[in-house]
């Protein structure tokens, strides 16, 4: 007889109680393998594909894209053994029957972990009592109460979309399920997006998170997923942390020189050096000379940690909004193994793929605002640091060379810390050997 799973929406290893269901993969009646992604979701720090653990054939979608899903809540429901009898899949365990834990197996984005879960008790109705979240419910022998309906996507299908073209339909108050994908297979386009926002096509009643008031001219967008958890972080670090920023302006000519040196060289070959290429470098070695800056303060245990190692985190606009990435142990690279890693780091950023394991655990970040033509800025501590420091863009400046004003290459830097672990001369020292390396690469050298 058929025997059902329920898949239940999982803490992807970073305690996170919620998360926005983004698009599902698979739909009622589809036959699916292990391990195979069956949705795509958003939670406060990035967008996690989960794979599920049977194989079977769905039998229900219990949400629809664009809602937000407590951790531990039913998502779906699997038939593992479709060849059995036929029977109506359950919304869920009756209450009489007996409570079981199955562990989930370790899938990609999240770790092994049991969870008992419960369905939300519907509005007016007795709350029943808790169901496994895993658990295998095999049809009763004698003929069993009709399940309810199974709550598919709206329109009977699941748009497909990329990612950005499902941002951009929630930034121009597009509903997807009324388009037609223009590309093979159904897919939905950009192009299939601004030709419904300019009135070719007529949108249906929008479920969409952002809601144009034409009245007002006014777009209002629910405050959830990585902007949510951004603002909070910033917030608790600005009245956390007692900041202080200090200045620097370099002449970084010499840096740029090396820089088509590297260019041009056989080991450089196809590598991408920038100067947060250079920078990542010289605030490695720098920290090594002023720890304090890559320690934390520990305000429960009530101690300073220090740490023996630079897990360099790189502020990276996205999409989905500002997340900040690490480079693991970056200060045993070299510079030419930083620049391959800050090559990959940005790359799976852009593409909103960065992990949330990837974005934990930092010890010192960089902020680079040149990329927009902007001189410097006053950037916020991320929690659990002391430091960040900022780039700005490098400019042709005058500059004054053995008492002779030329033309020069001229880089602004500022750096925010934590008072509280950096004083004001570790901060300075800090700053001024960031600024030293990137003036003349060579001091690398004495470092």
């Known amino acids: 007889?058929?025997?059902?799973?329920?898949?239940?929406?999982?803490?992807?290893a970073e305690g996170l109680t919620e998360a926005d269901i983004l698009t599902w993969h698979v739909k009622p009646g589809d036959t699916v393998t292990v391990n195979q992604i069956v949705v795509e979701i958003e939670t406060a720090k990035a967008a996690v594909e989960l794979p599920i653990p049977w194989a079977g054939v769905v039998t229900e979608l219990h949400v629809e894209p664009g809602q937000t899903v407590e951790v531990g809540t039913p998502i779906l429901t699997i038939d593992v053994d479709p060849g059995g009898a036929a029977?109506?899949?359950?919304?869920?365990?009756?209450?009489?029957?007996?409570?079981?834990e199955e562990e989930m197996k370790p899938l990609v984005g999240y770790g092994s972990k049991t969870v008992v879960t419960q369905r939300r008790a519907r509005k007016g109705a007795a709350p029943a009592a808790p169901a496994p979240a895993a658990a295998v419910v095999a049809a009763p022998p004698t003929p069993a109460p009709v399940a309810p309906a199974p709550v598919a996507p709206r329109g009977g299908y699941v748009p497909l979309a990329k990612p950005p073209v499902r941002k951009l339909a929630k930034d121009l108050g597009v509903d997807l399920h009324s388009l037609t994908g223009s590309a093979d297979g159904g897919v939905i386009t950009r192009e299939d997006v601004e030709r419904a926002a300019n009135g070719s096509a007529a949108p249906a009643a929008s479920t969409v998170d952002s809601a144009y008031d034409p009245a007002t001219r006014e777009r209002r967008v629910p405050i959830k997923g990585v902007r949510k958890m951004t603002a909070a972080a910033m917030v608790q670090s600005a009245y956390t942390a007692p900041h202080v920023t200090e200045f620097l302006t370099i002449d970084v000519t010499p840096m740029m020189e090396f820089r088509e040196k590297l260019k041009k060289s056989r080991e450089f070959a196809g590598v991408k050096v920038t100067p947060l290429t250079f920078a990542a470098k010289a605030v490695c070695l720098a920290a090594k000379r002023t720890p304090d800056v890559n320690a934390v303060w520990d305000e429960a245990a009530q101690e300073i940690v220090y740490k023996d190692y630079v897990h360099l985190g790189i502020a990276a606009a996205t999409p989905r909004g500002l997340i900040v990435p690490k480079v693991r142990d970056a200060d045993s690279m070299s510079l030419k193994e930083l620049a391959v890693a800050l090559t990959q780091l940005t790359d799976v950023a852009r593409e909103g793929k960065t992990s949330p394991a990837d974005m934990a655990n930092g010890t010192i970040t960089i902020t680079n605002v040149g990329v927009f033509g902007v001189d410097t800025g006053t950037p916020i501590i991320n929690p659990g640091e002391s430091a960040i420091l900022c780039l700005g863009a490098i400019k042709d400046q005058p500059w004054v060379v053995d008492g002779e004003i030329k033309v020069r290459k001229v880089l602004q830097l500022s750096l925010s810390f934590d008072h509280r672990v950096v004083d004001g001369q570790q901060g300075s020292e800090f700053l001024a050997d960031v600024g030293a390396l990137l003036a003349d690469p060579a001091m690398a050298m004495t470092y």
């Open 1 to 12: 007889m058929p025997t059902y799973k329920q898949f239940p929406l999982a803490d992807t």
């Open 87 to 100: 029977a109506p899949a359950p919304a869920a365990a009756p209450a009489s029957a007996p409570a079981e």
